[in-house]
């Protein structure tokens, strides 16, 4: 479970669905960077509204 530090708000409903997109690889790409197998080490992830279900948008597969 994330800590309020990994938690990161970048949406509010009056953004356009583009500002969304970009906002969500923004964030991505500097906990990736800032992590030491870069992308290796996201398994997951979830973007969640306040009030709204959480939604997994990105999932790494398991290597066979």
């Known amino acids: 479970?994330?800590?309020?530090?990994?938690?990161?708000?970048?949406?509010?409903?009056?953004?356009?669905?583009?500002?969304?997109?970009?906002?969500?690889?923004?964030?991505?790409?500097?906990?990736?960077?800032?992590l030491p197998q870069k992308k290796q080490n996201i398994k997951s992830v979830i973007i969640k509204a306040t009030m709204g279900m959480p939604v997994k948008i990105f999932e790494k597969e398991e290597a066979s």
Do not use: G, H, Q
């Open 1 to 34: 479970v994330p800590t309020n530090d990994e938690r990161k708000k970048i949406f509010n409903e009056k953004m356009k669905d583009e500002e969304l997109s970009e906002n969500i690889l923004s964030v991505y790409n500097a906990v990736s960077n800032a």
